[in-house]
T-cell receptor
Framework: DAGVIQSPRHEVTEMGQEVTLRCKPI?????LFWYRQTMMRGLELLIY????????DSGMPEDRFSAKMPNASFSTLKIQPSEPRDSAVYFCASAALGTEAFFGQGTRLTVV | SQELEQSPQSLIVQEGKNLTINCTSSKTLYGLYWYKQKYGEGLIFLMMLQKGGEEKSHEKITAKLDEKKQQSSLHITASQPSHAGIYLCGADDPGYQKVTFGTGTKLQVIP
């Protein structure tokens, strides 16, 4: 397996624009996580899914953020409208029950 | 919610020296993970500890979970430049399949 695949690797957008981050988890993993990493706050869990169903979205900062998992092999994290304070590295990770999470390479988002 | 504090926040060591990174939890740890991150890359899983007093090793890296299951340490023996990066500890949220991470320790190894 190629591991967790995220796209794009880098995204630069203007404030107010919609941003969509994509993730393909490892086949067979039934948990998918979205994390955000910043210097100030470290690595924060935004939301996680089990069998494509959102289980805990308490980490999603505000209504501008939304995440979907339409099937077992694809998830998106959308920010609309984007703001400069959303600039961060966003990680997707997947895991099988009771095992460690495997992380993607991340998407570095810059909102100007 | 569980809070994890790592110390030190950053560390610079000479190649060949030993070092220890600590991870302290505000609550009992039911599953403790150690990951390593290189700049601009994702996290790489190192080890997972679950039982009080448990110790695991991989190459020159040893991780321990104390008997009370509230503190873990990561020890690197004879450090090499390849050990440089950010080390993060993460804790399982009991009953949920999610991990809360510590603040991270940035390690630099000088040749």
């Amino acid at each position: 397996d190629a591991g967790v695949i995220q796209s794009p690797r880098h995204e630069v957008t203007e404030m107010g624009q919609e941003v969509t981050l994509r993730c393909k988890p490892i086949s067979g993993h039934d948990y998918l996580f979205w994390y955000r990493q910043t210097m100030m706050r470290g690595l924060e869990l935004l939301i996680y899914f089990n069998n494509n169903v959102p289980i805990d979205d308490s980490g999603m900062p505000e209504d501008r953020f939304s995440a979907k998992m339409p099937n077992a092999s694809f998830s998106t994290l959308k920010i609309q409208p984007s703001e400069p304070r959303d600039s961060a590295v966003y990680f997707c990770a997947s895991a099988a029950l009771g095992t460690e999470a495997f992380f993607g390479q991340g998407t570095r988002l810059t909102v100007v | 919610s569980q809070e994890l504090e790592q110390s030190p926040q950053s560390l610079i060591v000479q190649e060949g020296k030993n070092l220890t990174i600590n991870c302290t939890s505000s609550k009992t740890l039911y599953g403790l993970y150690w990951y390593k991150q290189k700049y601009g890359e994702g996290l790489i899983f190192l080890m997972m500890l679950q039982k009080g007093g448990e110790e695991k090793s991989h190459e020159k890296i040893t991780a321990k979970l104390d008997e009370k299951k509230q503190q873990s340490s990561l020890h690197i023996t004879a450090s090499q430049p390849s050990h440089a990066g950010i080390y993060l500890c993460g804790a399982d949220d009991p009953g949920y399949q999610k991990v809360t991470f510590g603040t991270g320790t940035k390690l630099q190894v000088i040749p």
